[in-house]
């Protein structure tokens, strides 16, 4: 089986631009959450989503978005960057319906430097 | 509070001995699921094992295992026989079932160095 994938893998923006990463998780996997990692605050949880619905949240301001289509892959948006995005945004997928404990595998992320 | 604690910052260990990173977690949920993942310097997240909270022993996976200690709270990876290539950082991550969702708490990491 194919693992998860993530594009691009490296991105450049300016302060202002908005950039839309894309995630497509394993074969048959429904569930896909995205995390933000950067030196400072670590790994921290920014959505999940499942079967095309946003089902978790983490604590990040609106600028963050996303979305899951109905073949489950799944982008997520930054509008109007700042620097402090600059990070490598790693998507995970699970075949987890709900609780229980599905293993997340997680693609190679996506390096974002906003400039 | 932090709901998972890596003290370690770095460890590091000469090729083919064992190693020990700790990690202890925080949580009111009776059930709960304790993972392991490496990830060397190119970014990806590569999962290595599993621990669920009900599980009776502990988990082994070739040269990982995870010494789980229930009562304190702790789920330490030993890497027995260390290569070169398990150089990476290592988190410590805890998923709570009584939520539903899929979602990760993830330690601050501890970075692994083996010499030869």
């Known amino acids: 089986k194919a693992g998860v994938t993530q594009t691009p893998r490296y991105l450049i923006k300016t302060r202002g631009q908005q950039v839309t990463l894309s995630c497509s998780p394993i074969?048959?996997?429904?569930?896909v959450s995205w995390y933000q990692q950067t030196p400072g605050q670590g790994l921290q949880f920014l959505f999940e989503?499942?079967?095309?619905?946003?089902?978790n949240k983490g604590n990040f301001p609106g600028r963050f978005s996303g979305r899951q289509f109905s073949n489950s892959r799944s982008e997520m948006n930054v509008s109007t960057l700042e620097l402090g995005d600059s990070a490598l945004y790693l998507c995970?997928?699970?075949?987890?319906?709900?609780?229980?404990?599905?293993?997340?595998?997680f693609g190679p992320g996506t390096r974002l430097l906003v400039l | 509070a932090q709901k998972i604690t890596q003290t370690q910052p770095g460890m590091f260990v000469q090729e083919k001995e064992a190693v020990t990173l700790d990690c202890t977690y925080d949580?009111?949920?009776?059930?709960?699921?304790l993972f392991w993942y490496k990830q060397p310097s190119s970014g990806e997240m590569i999962f290595l094992i599993y621990?669920?909270?009900?599980?009776?022993q502990n988990a082994t996976e070739g040269r990982y295992s995870l010494n789980f200690q229930k009562a304190r709270k702790s789920a330490n990876l030993v890497i027995s026989a260390s290569q070169l290539g398990d150089s990476a950082m290592y988190f410590c991550?805890?998923?709570?079932?009584?939520?539903?969702?899929?979602?990760?708490?993830f330690g601050k990491g501890t970075m692994l160095l083996v010499s030869p």
């Open positions: 991550a805890m998923r709570e079932v009584v939520t539903g969702y899929s979602t990760l708490t």
């Open positions: 074969s048959g996997h429904r569930s």
């Open positions: 995970a997928s699970s075949s987890a319906a709900s609780g229980g404990g599905e293993t997340q595998y």
């Open positions: 949580t009111s949920d009776p059930s709960y699921g």
């Open positions: 989503y499942f079967s095309e619905t946003q089902r």
């Open positions: 621990q669920g909270s009900y599980d009776q």
